[in-house]
DNA sequence: TCACCACAGATCGTATACGATTTCGCGCGG
DNA sequence: CCGCGCGAAATCGTATACGATCTGTGGTGA
Protein backbone atom coordinates (compact mmCIF):
# COMPACT_ATOMS: atom_id res chain seq x y z
CA UNK A 1 0.00 0.00 0.00
CA UNK A 2 2.66 2.28 1.11
CA UNK A 3 4.14 1.74 -2.41
CA UNK A 4 1.74 2.70 -4.43
CA UNK A 5 1.05 6.14 -5.82
CA UNK A 6 -1.40 7.80 -3.24
CA UNK A 7 -3.30 8.54 -6.26
CA UNK A 8 -5.33 4.70 -5.94
CA UNK A 9 -4.76 3.47 -2.91
CA UNK A 10 -5.46 -0.28 -3.03
CA UNK A 11 -8.68 0.54 -4.85
CA UNK A 12 -10.35 2.33 -1.41
CA UNK A 13 -13.54 3.83 -3.22
CA UNK A 14 -13.39 6.72 -0.02
CA UNK A 15 -10.72 8.56 -1.71
CA UNK A 16 -11.81 10.78 -4.69
CA UNK A 17 -10.15 9.19 -7.76
CA UNK A 18 -8.68 12.18 -9.39
CA UNK A 19 -11.30 11.67 -12.31
CA UNK A 20 -8.64 10.20 -14.64
CA UNK A 21 -6.10 7.95 -12.70
CA UNK A 22 -3.94 8.16 -15.78
CA UNK A 23 -3.44 4.76 -16.25
CA UNK A 24 -5.68 1.98 -18.32
CA UNK A 25 -4.70 -0.53 -15.78
CA UNK A 26 -6.16 1.52 -12.87
CA UNK A 27 -9.49 2.29 -14.76
CA UNK A 28 -10.02 -1.15 -15.67
CA UNK A 29 -9.31 -2.18 -11.39
CA UNK A 30 -11.66 1.03 -10.63
CA UNK A 31 -14.66 -0.20 -13.23
CA UNK A 32 -14.37 -3.80 -12.15
CA UNK A 33 -14.20 -3.46 -8.23
CA UNK A 34 -17.05 -1.27 -8.40
CA UNK A 35 -19.14 -3.62 -10.95
CA UNK A 36 -18.41 -6.21 -8.74
CA UNK A 37 -19.85 -4.25 -5.50
CA UNK A 38 -22.89 -3.19 -7.40
CA UNK A 39 -23.28 -6.53 -8.05
CA UNK A 40 -23.20 -5.92 -12.00
CA UNK A 41 -21.37 -9.36 -12.18
CA UNK A 42 -22.73 -11.85 -10.50
CA UNK A 43 -21.03 -14.23 -8.94
CA UNK A 44 -19.78 -17.23 -10.11
CA UNK A 45 -19.72 -15.18 -13.44
CA UNK A 46 -16.94 -15.26 -15.85
CA UNK A 47 -14.73 -12.31 -16.42
CA UNK A 48 -13.36 -12.77 -19.96
CA UNK A 49 -10.20 -10.33 -21.29
CA UNK A 50 -11.33 -9.40 -24.63
CA UNK A 51 -14.78 -8.97 -24.09
CA UNK A 52 -14.33 -6.32 -20.82
CA UNK A 53 -11.27 -5.17 -22.84
CA UNK A 54 -14.13 -4.00 -25.28
CA UNK A 55 -16.41 -2.72 -22.77
CA UNK A 56 -13.55 -0.39 -21.75
CA UNK A 57 -12.47 0.75 -24.81
CA UNK A 58 -8.94 -0.52 -24.50
CA UNK A 59 -6.65 -3.56 -25.09
CA UNK A 60 -6.74 -6.81 -22.82
CA UNK A 61 -3.31 -6.08 -20.99
CA UNK A 62 -4.20 -3.52 -18.68
CA UNK A 63 -7.53 -5.48 -17.89
CA UNK A 64 -5.52 -8.92 -17.15
CA UNK A 65 -3.31 -6.84 -14.80
CA UNK A 66 -6.69 -5.16 -13.40
CA UNK A 67 -8.07 -8.75 -12.79
CA UNK A 68 -4.70 -9.95 -11.05
CA UNK A 69 -5.12 -7.69 -9.05
CA UNK A 70 -8.93 -8.47 -8.35
CA UNK A 71 -7.19 -11.52 -7.29
CA UNK A 72 -4.91 -10.70 -4.87
CA UNK A 73 -7.54 -8.74 -3.43
CA UNK A 74 -9.96 -11.88 -3.16
CA UNK A 75 -12.26 -10.85 -5.18
CA UNK A 76 -12.09 -13.07 -8.07
CA UNK A 77 -10.86 -16.37 -8.43
CA UNK A 78 -8.39 -17.28 -11.19
CA UNK A 79 -7.52 -20.56 -13.12
CA UNK A 80 -4.81 -20.52 -15.72
CA UNK A 81 -5.48 -20.89 -19.23
CA UNK A 82 -9.34 -20.52 -18.01
CA UNK A 83 -9.83 -17.46 -16.60
CA UNK A 84 -11.14 -15.70 -14.07
CA UNK A 85 -15.03 -15.67 -12.21
CA UNK A 86 -16.26 -13.57 -9.63
CA UNK A 87 -15.97 -14.85 -6.31
CA UNK A 88 -18.99 -16.20 -4.70
CA UNK A 89 -20.54 -16.04 -1.15
CA UNK A 90 -19.57 -19.03 0.59
CA UNK A 91 -20.26 -18.24 4.02
CA UNK A 92 -17.04 -20.23 5.13
CA UNK A 93 -15.33 -17.17 2.97
CA UNK A 94 -17.36 -14.65 4.89
CA UNK A 95 -16.31 -16.11 8.05
CA UNK A 96 -12.89 -15.81 6.89
CA UNK A 97 -13.25 -12.43 5.43
CA UNK A 98 -15.32 -10.97 8.68
CA UNK A 99 -12.83 -12.71 11.28
CA UNK A 100 -9.74 -11.20 9.22
CA UNK A 101 -11.55 -8.11 9.77
CA UNK A 102 -12.29 -8.26 13.01
CA UNK A 103 -8.29 -9.14 13.49
CA UNK A 104 -7.00 -6.15 11.72
CA UNK A 105 -9.95 -3.44 12.30
CA UNK A 106 -9.16 -4.35 16.31
CA UNK A 107 -6.15 -3.87 16.76
CA UNK A 108 -5.73 -0.75 14.24
CA UNK A 109 -8.85 1.16 16.10
CA UNK A 110 -6.84 0.40 19.51
CA UNK A 111 -4.07 1.47 17.66
CA UNK A 112 -5.30 4.55 16.86
CA UNK A 113 -7.40 5.55 20.22
CA UNK A 114 -5.11 7.43 21.91
CA UNK A 115 -4.71 9.56 18.79
CA UNK A 116 -7.85 10.22 18.42
CA UNK A 117 -9.24 14.13 19.09
CA UNK A 118 -12.06 15.03 20.74
CA UNK A 119 -12.95 16.29 17.09
CA UNK A 120 -13.07 13.16 15.78
CA UNK A 121 -14.92 11.71 18.78
CA UNK A 122 -17.30 14.25 17.82
CA UNK A 123 -17.77 13.56 14.17
CA UNK A 124 -17.72 9.49 15.29
CA UNK A 125 -20.70 9.88 17.33
CA UNK A 126 -22.39 12.33 14.84
CA UNK A 127 -22.25 9.82 12.40
CA UNK A 128 -23.33 7.04 14.46
CA UNK A 129 -25.90 9.31 15.52
CA UNK A 130 -27.19 8.97 11.90
CA UNK A 131 -26.99 5.36 11.76
CA UNK A 132 -29.29 5.24 14.43
CA UNK A 133 -31.70 7.72 12.89
CA UNK A 134 -31.34 5.33 9.89
CA UNK A 135 -32.53 2.63 11.65
CA UNK A 136 -36.17 3.07 10.93
CA UNK A 137 -36.29 2.96 7.54
CA UNK A 138 -33.74 0.83 6.82
CA UNK A 139 -31.80 0.95 4.08
CA UNK A 140 -28.46 -1.50 3.44
CA UNK A 141 -26.02 0.28 1.37
CA UNK A 142 -26.62 4.02 3.10
CA UNK A 143 -25.83 2.02 5.94
CA UNK A 144 -22.81 0.42 5.02
CA UNK A 145 -21.36 3.56 4.07
CA UNK A 146 -21.78 4.85 7.08
CA UNK A 147 -20.61 2.40 8.69
CA UNK A 148 -17.13 2.71 6.78
CA UNK A 149 -17.52 6.51 7.13
CA UNK A 150 -17.23 6.03 11.14
CA UNK A 151 -14.71 3.44 11.48
CA UNK A 152 -12.60 5.68 9.03
CA UNK A 153 -12.91 8.91 11.51
CA UNK A 154 -11.04 6.63 14.22
CA UNK A 155 -8.24 5.64 11.86
CA UNK A 156 -7.24 9.47 10.82
CA UNK A 157 -4.19 8.53 12.57
CA UNK A 158 -2.98 5.77 11.52
CA UNK A 159 0.25 3.98 12.72
CA UNK A 160 0.56 1.11 10.69
CA UNK A 161 0.03 1.44 7.17
CA UNK A 162 0.36 -2.60 6.34
CA UNK A 163 -2.62 -3.06 8.77
CA UNK A 164 -4.83 0.18 7.31
CA UNK A 165 -4.85 -1.22 3.72
CA UNK A 166 -5.71 -4.70 5.21
CA UNK A 167 -7.92 -3.24 6.63
CA UNK A 168 -9.42 -1.22 3.44
CA UNK A 169 -9.03 -4.62 1.77
CA UNK A 170 -11.45 -6.53 4.04
CA UNK A 171 -14.07 -3.69 3.54
CA UNK A 172 -13.82 -3.72 -0.18
CA UNK A 173 -14.04 -7.58 0.37
CA UNK A 174 -17.09 -6.88 2.77
CA UNK A 175 -18.54 -4.73 0.22
CA UNK A 176 -18.36 -7.17 -2.55
CA UNK A 177 -19.49 -10.03 -0.84
CA UNK A 178 -22.62 -8.49 1.02
CA UNK A 179 -24.24 -6.37 -2.03
CA UNK A 180 -24.17 -9.85 -4.04
CA UNK A 181 -26.61 -11.66 -1.63
CA UNK A 182 -27.67 -10.77 1.47
CA UNK A 183 -29.14 -7.48 2.41
CA UNK A 184 -28.23 -7.98 6.03
CA UNK A 185 -28.82 -9.56 8.95
CA UNK A 186 -32.09 -8.66 10.15
CA UNK A 187 -31.58 -6.82 13.97
CA UNK A 188 -28.49 -7.00 13.92
CA UNK A 189 -28.01 -3.04 13.11
CA UNK A 190 -29.04 -1.29 16.52
CA UNK A 191 -26.95 -3.40 18.40
CA UNK A 192 -23.93 -2.45 15.84
CA UNK A 193 -25.23 1.13 16.79
CA UNK A 194 -24.98 0.75 20.21
CA UNK A 195 -21.67 -0.97 20.12
CA UNK A 196 -20.18 1.74 18.57
CA UNK A 197 -21.06 4.27 21.15
CA UNK A 198 -19.65 1.78 23.77
CA UNK A 199 -16.38 1.81 21.25
CA UNK A 200 -16.43 5.52 21.17
CA UNK A 201 -16.85 5.24 25.56
CA UNK A 202 -14.00 3.27 25.68
CA UNK A 203 -11.91 5.61 23.56
CA UNK A 204 -12.86 8.79 25.26
CA UNK A 205 -12.52 7.19 28.62
CA UNK A 206 -8.76 6.48 27.62
CA UNK A 207 -9.45 2.60 28.25
CA UNK A 208 -6.28 0.53 28.11
CA UNK A 209 -5.16 -0.93 24.54
CA UNK A 210 -6.26 -4.99 25.68
CA UNK A 211 -9.89 -3.42 26.20
CA UNK A 212 -10.04 -1.31 23.21
CA UNK A 213 -8.89 -4.17 20.85
CA UNK A 214 -11.46 -6.55 22.34
CA UNK A 215 -14.26 -4.79 22.04
CA UNK A 216 -13.84 -3.55 18.40
CA UNK A 217 -12.67 -7.10 17.35
CA UNK A 218 -15.99 -8.29 19.32
CA UNK A 219 -17.84 -5.96 17.74
CA UNK A 220 -16.97 -7.53 14.31
CA UNK A 221 -17.06 -11.30 15.81
CA UNK A 222 -20.73 -10.26 16.75
CA UNK A 223 -21.95 -9.46 13.57
CA UNK A 224 -19.98 -12.99 12.37
CA UNK A 225 -22.05 -15.03 14.96
CA UNK A 226 -25.48 -12.84 14.15
CA UNK A 227 -24.80 -14.01 10.18
CA UNK A 228 -23.88 -17.54 10.96
CA UNK A 229 -27.09 -17.70 13.27
CA UNK A 230 -28.83 -16.87 10.34
CA UNK A 231 -27.32 -19.08 8.07
CA UNK A 232 -26.94 -22.01 9.48
CA UNK A 233 -30.30 -23.29 10.12
CA UNK A 234 -31.08 -22.42 5.96
CA UNK A 235 -27.84 -23.79 4.99
CA UNK A 236 -28.31 -27.52 6.61
CA UNK A 237 -31.61 -28.68 5.45
CA UNK B 1 -4.75 -17.25 -1.16
CA UNK B 2 -7.09 -19.27 -1.66
CA UNK B 3 -7.77 -17.90 -5.29
CA UNK B 4 -4.55 -18.79 -6.39
CA UNK B 5 -3.39 -22.44 -7.92
CA UNK B 6 -2.44 -24.84 -5.58
CA UNK B 7 1.15 -25.18 -6.82
CA UNK B 8 2.62 -21.71 -6.12
CA UNK B 9 0.61 -20.03 -3.16
CA UNK B 10 1.84 -15.97 -2.85
CA UNK B 11 5.34 -17.61 -3.38
CA UNK B 12 5.67 -19.47 -0.19
CA UNK B 13 9.19 -21.43 -0.42
CA UNK B 14 7.67 -24.02 1.81
CA UNK B 15 5.66 -26.06 -0.12
CA UNK B 16 8.12 -27.62 -2.94
CA UNK B 17 7.31 -25.99 -6.58
CA UNK B 18 7.16 -28.15 -9.36
CA UNK B 19 10.36 -27.30 -10.78
CA UNK B 20 8.43 -26.09 -13.91
CA UNK B 21 5.69 -23.56 -12.50
CA UNK B 22 4.44 -23.71 -16.15
CA UNK B 23 4.26 -20.22 -16.27
CA UNK B 24 6.55 -18.02 -17.16
CA UNK B 25 5.42 -14.99 -14.91
CA UNK B 26 5.37 -17.66 -11.93
CA UNK B 27 8.94 -18.20 -12.66
CA UNK B 28 10.21 -14.77 -13.23
CA UNK B 29 8.15 -14.24 -9.39
CA UNK B 30 10.46 -17.31 -7.80
CA UNK B 31 13.23 -15.84 -9.31
CA UNK B 32 12.98 -12.44 -7.82
CA UNK B 33 11.03 -12.85 -4.68
CA UNK B 34 14.68 -15.33 -4.26
CA UNK B 35 17.18 -13.15 -5.59
CA UNK B 36 15.89 -9.95 -3.64
CA UNK B 37 15.61 -12.59 -0.14
CA UNK B 38 19.46 -13.33 -1.20
CA UNK B 39 20.43 -9.82 -1.65
CA UNK B 40 21.37 -10.60 -4.87
CA UNK B 41 19.53 -7.18 -5.56
CA UNK B 42 20.64 -4.79 -2.89
CA UNK B 43 17.90 -2.78 -1.90
CA UNK B 44 17.27 0.47 -3.55
CA UNK B 45 18.39 -1.37 -7.03
CA UNK B 46 16.18 -0.60 -9.35
CA UNK B 47 14.76 -3.43 -11.64
CA UNK B 48 14.38 -2.93 -15.19
CA UNK B 49 11.71 -4.94 -17.25
CA UNK B 50 13.87 -4.98 -20.25
CA UNK B 51 16.84 -5.86 -18.18
CA UNK B 52 15.34 -8.84 -16.30
CA UNK B 53 13.10 -10.11 -19.07
CA UNK B 54 16.76 -10.99 -20.86
CA UNK B 55 18.19 -12.43 -17.79
CA UNK B 56 15.39 -15.06 -17.31
CA UNK B 57 15.09 -15.32 -21.17
CA UNK B 58 11.69 -14.46 -21.52
CA UNK B 59 9.86 -11.21 -22.61
CA UNK B 60 9.38 -8.27 -20.69
CA UNK B 61 5.43 -9.17 -20.17
CA UNK B 62 6.07 -12.24 -17.68
CA UNK B 63 8.58 -9.57 -15.70
CA UNK B 64 6.09 -6.68 -15.24
CA UNK B 65 3.74 -9.13 -14.27
CA UNK B 66 5.58 -10.82 -11.33
CA UNK B 67 7.09 -7.16 -10.90
CA UNK B 68 3.56 -6.25 -9.85
CA UNK B 69 3.21 -9.26 -7.39
CA UNK B 70 5.99 -8.07 -5.36
CA UNK B 71 4.86 -4.87 -5.40
CA UNK B 72 1.44 -6.37 -3.71
CA UNK B 73 3.92 -8.10 -1.65
CA UNK B 74 5.38 -4.92 -0.59
CA UNK B 75 8.92 -6.17 -1.45
CA UNK B 76 9.22 -3.54 -4.07
CA UNK B 77 8.17 0.34 -4.86
CA UNK B 78 6.68 0.89 -7.62
CA UNK B 79 6.44 4.02 -9.69
CA UNK B 80 4.25 4.61 -12.37
CA UNK B 81 6.46 5.49 -15.79
CA UNK B 82 9.59 5.29 -13.67
CA UNK B 83 9.73 1.54 -12.91
CA UNK B 84 10.35 -0.66 -9.33
CA UNK B 85 12.79 -0.49 -6.70
CA UNK B 86 13.94 -3.12 -4.29
CA UNK B 87 12.41 -2.10 -0.99
CA UNK B 88 15.14 -0.87 1.70
CA UNK B 89 15.54 -1.48 5.31
CA UNK B 90 13.78 1.59 6.81
CA UNK B 91 13.88 1.00 10.46
CA UNK B 92 9.94 2.20 9.96
CA UNK B 93 9.21 -0.10 7.74
CA UNK B 94 10.81 -3.17 9.80
CA UNK B 95 8.74 -2.00 12.84
CA UNK B 96 5.40 -1.98 10.55
CA UNK B 97 6.00 -5.26 8.98
CA UNK B 98 6.96 -7.19 12.01
CA UNK B 99 3.94 -5.45 14.15
CA UNK B 100 1.48 -6.48 11.38
CA UNK B 101 3.17 -10.36 12.04
CA UNK B 102 2.78 -10.23 15.48
CA UNK B 103 -0.90 -9.35 15.15
CA UNK B 104 -1.58 -12.35 12.34
CA UNK B 105 0.99 -14.56 13.92
CA UNK B 106 -0.55 -14.96 17.14
CA UNK B 107 -3.95 -15.07 15.93
CA UNK B 108 -3.02 -17.95 14.05
CA UNK B 109 -1.28 -19.26 16.66
CA UNK B 110 -3.58 -18.96 19.07
CA UNK B 111 -6.66 -20.31 17.00
CA UNK B 112 -4.14 -23.81 15.74
CA UNK B 113 -3.45 -24.52 19.27
CA UNK B 114 -6.36 -26.49 20.42
CA UNK B 115 -5.91 -28.53 17.36
CA UNK B 116 -2.16 -29.20 17.56
CA UNK B 117 -1.46 -33.00 17.92
CA UNK B 118 0.65 -34.22 20.24
CA UNK B 119 3.15 -35.48 17.27
CA UNK B 120 3.16 -32.24 16.01
CA UNK B 121 3.78 -30.94 19.46
CA UNK B 122 6.84 -33.46 19.70
CA UNK B 123 8.17 -32.36 16.07
CA UNK B 124 8.16 -28.34 17.23
CA UNK B 125 10.13 -29.26 20.34
CA UNK B 126 12.61 -31.12 18.45
CA UNK B 127 13.07 -28.44 16.03
CA UNK B 128 13.54 -25.85 18.62
CA UNK B 129 16.00 -28.14 20.12
CA UNK B 130 17.64 -28.02 17.39
CA UNK B 131 17.64 -24.21 17.41
CA UNK B 132 19.04 -24.30 20.81
CA UNK B 133 21.72 -26.85 19.42
CA UNK B 134 22.60 -23.67 16.98
CA UNK B 135 23.05 -21.17 19.86
CA UNK B 136 26.83 -21.24 20.36
CA UNK B 137 27.91 -21.21 16.52
CA UNK B 138 25.21 -18.72 15.44
CA UNK B 139 24.30 -19.23 11.83
CA UNK B 140 21.47 -16.29 10.98
CA UNK B 141 20.22 -17.88 7.90
CA UNK B 142 19.51 -21.41 9.28
CA UNK B 143 18.41 -20.11 12.73
CA UNK B 144 15.45 -18.30 10.37
CA UNK B 145 14.88 -21.02 8.32
CA UNK B 146 14.46 -23.46 11.53
CA UNK B 147 12.26 -20.45 12.87
CA UNK B 148 9.91 -20.79 9.86
CA UNK B 149 9.66 -24.58 9.99
CA UNK B 150 9.13 -24.49 14.27
CA UNK B 151 6.09 -21.78 13.44
CA UNK B 152 5.05 -23.62 10.36
CA UNK B 153 4.27 -26.72 12.53
CA UNK B 154 2.07 -24.82 14.75
CA UNK B 155 0.07 -23.75 11.37
CA UNK B 156 -0.71 -27.34 10.41
CA UNK B 157 -4.57 -26.95 11.19
CA UNK B 158 -5.19 -23.44 9.74
CA UNK B 159 -8.71 -22.76 10.41
CA UNK B 160 -8.44 -19.14 8.21
CA UNK B 161 -6.44 -19.31 5.16
CA UNK B 162 -6.23 -15.65 4.48
CA UNK B 163 -4.70 -15.10 7.80
CA UNK B 164 -2.04 -18.02 6.88
CA UNK B 165 -1.12 -15.93 3.55
CA UNK B 166 -0.49 -12.68 5.96
CA UNK B 167 1.53 -14.97 7.46
CA UNK B 168 3.50 -16.34 4.58
CA UNK B 169 3.70 -12.38 3.46
CA UNK B 170 5.01 -11.06 6.54
CA UNK B 171 7.64 -13.72 6.44
CA UNK B 172 8.50 -13.41 2.99
CA UNK B 173 8.63 -9.40 3.40
CA UNK B 174 11.32 -10.56 6.55
CA UNK B 175 13.23 -12.72 5.03
CA UNK B 176 13.83 -10.20 2.32
CA UNK B 177 14.22 -6.98 4.99
CA UNK B 178 17.02 -9.35 7.23
CA UNK B 179 18.96 -10.81 4.93
CA UNK B 180 19.53 -7.24 2.78
CA UNK B 181 21.24 -5.19 6.12
CA UNK B 182 20.94 -6.50 9.95
CA UNK B 183 22.31 -10.10 10.34
CA UNK B 184 20.39 -10.31 13.32
CA UNK B 185 19.80 -7.99 16.91
CA UNK B 186 22.26 -9.66 19.19
CA UNK B 187 21.84 -12.10 22.31
CA UNK B 188 17.99 -12.03 20.84
CA UNK B 189 18.24 -16.19 19.68
CA UNK B 190 18.43 -17.12 23.12
CA UNK B 191 15.34 -15.81 24.56
CA UNK B 192 13.73 -16.24 21.71
CA UNK B 193 13.81 -20.00 21.70
CA UNK B 194 13.11 -19.56 25.49
CA UNK B 195 9.68 -18.19 24.46
CA UNK B 196 9.75 -20.91 22.01
CA UNK B 197 8.97 -23.34 25.14
CA UNK B 198 7.01 -21.39 26.90
CA UNK B 199 4.60 -21.04 23.99
CA UNK B 200 4.67 -25.18 23.19
CA UNK B 201 4.04 -25.44 27.18
CA UNK B 202 1.00 -23.00 26.85
CA UNK B 203 -0.79 -25.42 24.09
CA UNK B 204 0.28 -28.17 25.65
CA UNK B 205 -1.51 -27.23 28.86
CA UNK B 206 -4.74 -26.42 26.45
CA UNK B 207 -4.57 -22.51 27.53
CA UNK B 208 -7.58 -20.43 26.51
CA UNK B 209 -7.04 -18.39 23.62
CA UNK B 210 -6.23 -14.90 24.77
CA UNK B 211 -3.04 -16.33 26.75
CA UNK B 212 -1.61 -18.26 23.47
CA UNK B 213 -2.44 -15.22 21.79
CA UNK B 214 -0.96 -12.35 23.63
CA UNK B 215 2.03 -15.15 24.06
CA UNK B 216 2.64 -15.47 20.47
CA UNK B 217 2.25 -11.55 19.58
CA UNK B 218 4.29 -10.84 22.64
CA UNK B 219 7.24 -12.88 21.05
CA UNK B 220 7.59 -11.00 17.74
CA UNK B 221 6.92 -7.36 19.65
CA UNK B 222 10.20 -8.66 21.87
CA UNK B 223 12.15 -8.59 18.80
CA UNK B 224 10.81 -5.69 17.14
CA UNK B 225 11.89 -3.94 20.33
CA UNK B 226 15.42 -5.45 20.76
CA UNK B 227 15.79 -4.83 17.31
CA UNK B 228 14.18 -0.89 17.99
CA UNK B 229 16.65 -0.74 20.99
CA UNK B 230 19.65 -2.08 18.99
CA UNK B 231 18.90 0.46 16.11
CA UNK B 232 17.17 3.50 17.86
CA UNK B 233 21.00 4.68 19.51
CA UNK B 234 22.87 3.89 16.82
CA UNK B 235 20.18 5.82 13.86
CA UNK B 236 20.35 8.69 15.99
CA UNK B 237 24.15 10.19 15.72
C1' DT C 1 -26.65 -47.42 -25.21
C1' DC C 2 -22.34 -45.90 -23.47
C1' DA C 3 -17.49 -44.80 -23.45
C1' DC C 4 -13.92 -42.78 -25.84
C1' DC C 5 -11.45 -40.03 -29.18
C1' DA C 6 -10.89 -36.26 -32.36
C1' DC C 7 -11.79 -31.81 -33.76
C1' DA C 8 -13.26 -27.00 -33.45
C1' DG C 9 -14.24 -22.90 -30.83
C1' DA C 10 -13.04 -20.05 -27.15
C1' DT C 11 -9.80 -18.07 -24.21
C1' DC C 12 -5.54 -17.34 -22.23
C1' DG C 13 -0.13 -16.61 -22.24
C1' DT C 14 3.63 -14.45 -24.33
C1' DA C 15 6.26 -12.00 -27.94
C1' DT C 16 7.00 -8.09 -30.48
C1' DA C 17 6.20 -3.23 -31.79
C1' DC C 18 5.38 1.45 -31.01
C1' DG C 19 3.81 5.63 -28.68
C1' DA C 20 4.11 8.13 -24.09
C1' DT C 21 6.50 9.73 -20.17
C1' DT C 22 10.30 10.58 -17.42
C1' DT C 23 15.09 11.53 -16.49
C1' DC C 24 19.44 13.45 -17.21
C1' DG C 25 23.02 16.08 -19.34
C1' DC C 26 24.31 19.80 -22.31
C1' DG C 27 24.39 24.41 -23.86
C1' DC C 28 22.72 29.03 -23.39
C1' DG C 29 21.87 33.30 -20.99
C1' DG C 30 22.22 35.94 -16.86
C1' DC D 1 29.84 30.70 -11.81
C1' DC D 2 25.04 29.34 -11.49
C1' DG D 3 20.19 28.66 -12.96
C1' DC D 4 17.15 27.39 -16.73
C1' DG D 5 15.28 25.27 -20.73
C1' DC D 6 15.79 22.02 -24.39
C1' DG D 7 16.74 17.56 -26.55
C1' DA D 8 18.14 12.80 -26.53
C1' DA D 9 18.32 8.46 -24.18
C1' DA D 10 16.15 5.32 -21.18
C1' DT D 11 12.21 3.16 -19.62
C1' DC D 12 7.57 2.26 -19.12
C1' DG D 13 2.44 1.58 -20.89
C1' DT D 14 -0.47 -0.32 -24.26
C1' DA D 15 -1.83 -2.37 -28.72
C1' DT D 16 -1.68 -6.01 -31.74
C1' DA D 17 -0.46 -10.75 -33.23
C1' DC D 18 0.16 -15.48 -32.73
C1' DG D 19 0.92 -19.87 -30.49
C1' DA D 20 -0.68 -22.77 -26.44
C1' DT D 21 -4.15 -24.75 -23.66
C1' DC D 22 -8.62 -25.80 -22.19
C1' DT D 23 -13.63 -26.99 -22.96
C1' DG D 24 -17.36 -28.75 -25.10
C1' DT D 25 -19.41 -31.33 -28.95
C1' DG D 26 -20.15 -34.76 -32.31
C1' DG D 27 -19.05 -39.06 -34.24
C1' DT D 28 -17.40 -43.85 -34.01
C1' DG D 29 -16.79 -48.40 -32.18
C1' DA D 30 -17.77 -51.86 -28.84
Known amino acids: MSTLRGTAPAGVPDTVVPAESHSKADRAYQALIEGIQQGRFAPGSRLVLAQLAEELGMSVVPVREA ?22 VDPEEYRYTMETLALVEGFSTAQCAPLVTAGELERARVINARMRALLDDFDPVEFTALNKEFHSTLFEHHQNPHIL ?6 WNRLTALRSSTFAHVPGRAPQSVAEHDQLLDLIAAGAPFQDIETAARQHRANTLAAYMDTMAPADQH
Open 67 to 88: IRRLQHDDLVSYERNVGATVVG
Open 165 to 170: DLVHRG
